[in-house]
């Protein structure tokens, strides 16, 4: 199985609003990544946080990581329709291979 | 931010034929890259580990013998589709792990369509 999981498996929002969305994972890490993803498209590196960090900003994008709960979570603030896309956390734990969760499909309405 | 590459970024071939598909870590040396495939509206999998010099490790469930992998230096790996069936029409991409850092970084991916 996945070694992380997202929720919601969708999220649909106004533009404006906050979407948050989460990542949970089952074994130790060094490091989770979220990625972004336009339909049929590459993957958009969003933002890293290592295992010893807690909380990552970067413009619009708060990334927080719990190792004690095994869990990391995505705010983007104030979205936009351009933000519309499946995000997707990455877990890189000790064997080195990244393992993926099944994504959240966020659509923010205009 | 170290940069990965694909070539080519989509392809589409004939039922039976190979396709072969690059990946390049343009900026640094990567002793280690990953093959992931991505079925419509599913997350990405990993297919198998590219060991630069050595044989490719599979994950359970993927046949060698149809996706080959070579990994013949350090900045290229190549992923052939061998005898391609409409099945195997995917998203395909791969990433590389830079040693001196933890990190790994994602290529854009090749889209495979077989007819």
């Known amino acids: 199985s996945q070694q992380g999981e997202e929720d919601p498996q969708a999220l649909s929002i106004q533009e404006g609003e906050n979407a948050t969305m989460n990542c949970s994972y089952k074994?130790?890490?060094?490091?989770l990544q979220w990625y972004r993803q336009n339909s049929g498209r590459g993957l958009v590196h969003l933002i890293l946080?290592?295992?010893?960090?807690r909380e990552k900003h970067s413009g619009r994008l708060r990334v927080t990581l719990d190792t004690s709960k095994k869990s990391s979570s995505l705010l983007i603030t104030a979205s936009r329709a351009a933000d519309t896309a499946s995000y997707f956390c990455a877990t890189d734990a000790n064997a080195g291979k990244s393992t993926f969760g099944d994504g959240t499909t966020l659509t923010v309405k205009p | 931010g170290a940069v990965v590459s694909q070539h080519p970024s989509w392809v589409i071939c004939k039922s039976g034929t190979s396709v072969k598909i690059e990946c390049r870590s343009l900026?640094?040396?990567?002793?280690?890259m990953f093959w992931y495939r991505q079925f419509p509206k599913q997350s990405l999998m990993l297919m198998a580990t590219s060991n630069e010099g050595s044989k490719a490790t599979y994950e359970q469930g993927v046949e060698k013998d149809k996706f080959l992998i070579n990994h013949a230096s350090l900045t290229l790996s190549t992923l052939t589709v061998t005898s391609a069936h409409p099945e195997d029409s995917s998203f395909y991409i791969c990433s590389a792990r830079q040693p001196d850092y933890n990190e790994q970084f994602f290529g854009p991916g090749t889209r495979l369509t077989v007819l």
């Open positions: 946080i290592r295992s010893n960090e």
């Open positions: 900026d640094f040396q990567a002793t280690t």
């Open positions: 074994t130790s890490i060094n490091n």
